[in-house]
């Protein structure tokens, strides 16, 4: 597919915060990757930092047995793809987690907290913003 | 996600056939307990059938070889696809176990 500077392509997903729902974003990625021309293991990164980002919020976002959604947008330009997450959760920024230490001992290395490490590993920009009471989590792959 | 645990003797294999993703990894976590509890021998996890793992995965994986660790038992993980290898990379896991061919 030749796209032009100005051409850009939009897909949307909307989840419940439901962790079952997670497979769900396999399908959403491998369509995207198809229109972008992406190589199966770009599309494996995207769809990885994509479970991270929506993981958190269907498990934190919303209070305990309450329903809420996740709106995933995907935004597909010349040199790059943007996924935006958004919810109406509370308010909170994934960007100022601090990073683990990756370079622990095995008697050091503390379990978890590696989720919005692979986002911010995998993805080239993480942008949060709190807006009209919602988060909104844009992360940017250069393609 | 499939898991199949064999345990021979000495050592406990299990493979992992399909994807661990969040919900396939809350969904094993109790088929992996007795393994956990029984940590002292050596624990072989068979990747060849593992086609991608998140965090969830990865906490998994750390769980079991901190278990193995307290008890004096080891683990190896064999056969990991270049994919999953990227994402051990990224999360310094290369450096926490034994990879196998």
Redesign the interface.
Known sequence: MIMKDTDTSECRLILHND??Q??QL?GFVEAIARKASLD??LA??L??AL??AV?NVILYAYPAGSDGLVDIEAVIRTGSIEFIVSDSGKPFDPTKTPP?D???S??E?R??G??I??VR??MDSVVYRRRCGKNYLTMTKNI | MELNINKTDDVTTVKFIGRLDTPSAQEITKDLEPVMNDASGTIVMDCSELTYISSSGLRIFLSLRKAAATKGGNVIVRSISDDVRQVFMMTGFLNLFQIEA
């Open positions: 962790i079952r997670i497979p396999a199966q293991s494996m990164s769809n990885l479970e991270e993981t683990p990756i370079d622990a095995l008697e290395r379990i978890g590696l989720g490490h692979l590993t995998i």
